[in-house]
C-alpha cells in the first residue's frame, strides 16, 4: 500500500490525515488552521502522503509550500488543481468544484480570495497569516 493510500484510508474522521514511509498522523481543524499550524510550528512535513477533505488553492499553496510529496482530497477545486499541476505535485480528487465557498455557502471562502492573485506559496503564506490575524481581531 502506498503513502497516499494509507493516508486516504486513515483520513475519515478527521481533516487531514499525512503519511511517510507507511507510519501516519491525523488533524483536525477547521478549513486551512491544521495545514497553517504544521507551518507555523516548523513541523516537517516535506515528502509526506496527504489525503485532505477539502482543498481550495490556499490549502494547495501551504501544501506546496511544505513540499508534500502528492495529494488527495474529498474535495478541490478548479485554482487549486491549476496551482497544483503547475507545482508537479501528482494529485487525485474525488469531487472538483469551481470554487471553494465560505461556511455559510453564500460566497468564496475568504482564505481562497486571499490567494486569488497571488503565484507563490511562500507569499500565500504571509498573505494568510495576516488574514487570520485581522479575522481573531474581528478586522
Do not use: Q, W
Request: proline share 3%; charged share 30%; aromatic share 6%.
Amino acid at each position: 500500500m502506498t503513502d497516499l493510500e494509507i493516508a486516504v484510508k486513515n483520513l475519515e474522521g478527521h481533516s487531514i490525515c499525512l503519511c511517510k514511509d507507511g507510519e501516519y498522523f491525523t488533524l483536525d481543524g477547521k478549513g486551512i488552521s491544521p495545514i497553517m499550524k504544521l507551518l507555523g510550528e516548523g513541523k516537517d512535513i516535506c515528502g509526506y502522503s496527504v489525503a485532505d477533505t477539502v482543498v481550495g488553492k490556499a490549502a494547495a499553496m501551504l501544501f506546496v509550500k511544505a513540499g508534500i510529496k502528492d495529494l488527495h482530497a474529498k474535495l478541490m477545486s478548479k485554482p487549486s488543481e491549476a496551482f497544483l499541476k503547475k507545482a508537479h505535485i501528482p494529485y487525485t480528487y474525488e469531487t472538483l468544484a469551481e470554487n471553494i465557498k465560505n461556511r455559510t455557502g453564500t460566497d468564496i471562502c475568504p482564505m481562497e480570495k486571499t490567494v486569488e492573485n497571488i503565484e507563490d506559496a511562500d507569499t500565500a503564506y504571509e498573505a494568510l497569516k495576516n488574514k487570520l490575524l485581522s479575522l481573531k481581531k474581528g478586522v
